[in-house]
């Protein structure tokens, strides 16, 4: 099977570089299987899963939302963070969550609710993966 280039950077520098099978992601307008060969592509990314295949297993990662760039058997991400499925530590997430929790539920005008959401939806996601087989 063809294989197409995938390349994700962070704020931190480039994150991971690989050649895949499938680049499945999930975007604003829906989840979305990429292919070699695939048409040229600009979408923006959601806080959600991604997987891939590489060197024959599949990969799962946590997204943070961003932007996929396909074109010329390329993928490029951007994205503000990403974890694979091992990298994830279930403590660090689980207080993430709760302190999402504890500013959500607050009453202070000085939080931005906003963001508390969007930390929230990322520790659910990173939690959420973790729990899969």
Same mark, same amino acid.
């Given at each position: 099977?063809?294989?197409?280039?995938?390349?994700?950077?962070?704020?931190?520098?480039?994150?991971?570089?690989?050649?895949?099978?499938?680049?499945?992601?999930?975007?604003?307008?829906?989840?979305?299987?990429?292919?070699?060969?695939?048409?040229?592509?600009?979408?923006?990314?959601?806080?959600?899963?991604?997987?891939?295949?590489?060197?024959?297993?599949?990969?799962?990662?946590?997204?943070?939302?961003?932007?996929?760039?396909?074109?010329?058997?390329?993928?490029?991400?951007?994205?503000?963070?990403?974890?694979?499925?091992?990298? #994830?530590?279930?403590? =660090? %997430?689980? /207080? @993430?969550?709760?302190? $999402?929790?504890? *500013? +959500?539920?607050?009453?202070?005008?000085? #939080?931005?609710?906003? =963001? %508390?959401? /969007? @930390?929230?939806?990322? $520790?659910?996601? *990173? +939690?959420?993966?973790?729990?899969?087989?």
């Amino acid at each position: 099977m063809s294989t197409l280039h995938v390349r994700i950077v962070t704020p931190h520098g480039l994150y991971k570089e690989f050649d895949t099978e499938i680049l499945n992601v999930q975007t604003n307008d829906g989840d979305q299987g990429i292919l070699a060969h695939h048409m040229p592509l600009v979408t923006m990314l959601k806080i959600g899963k991604m997987s891939t295949v590489e060197n024959g297993k599949r990969e799962e990662y946590a997204v943070a939302g961003g932007l996929l760039y396909f074109r010329d058997n390329t993928a490029e991400i951007l994205t503000d963070a990403i974890e694979s499925k091992d990298e #994830i530590n279930v403590d =660090r %997430a689980e /207080a @993430a969550k709760k302190r $999402a929790e504890e *500013r +959500l539920a607050s009453k202070d005008p000085n #939080i931005d609710m906003k =963001r %508390a959401q /969007a @930390a929230l939806a990322k $520790a659910l996601n *990173r +939690l959420e993966l973790t729990h899969t087989k």
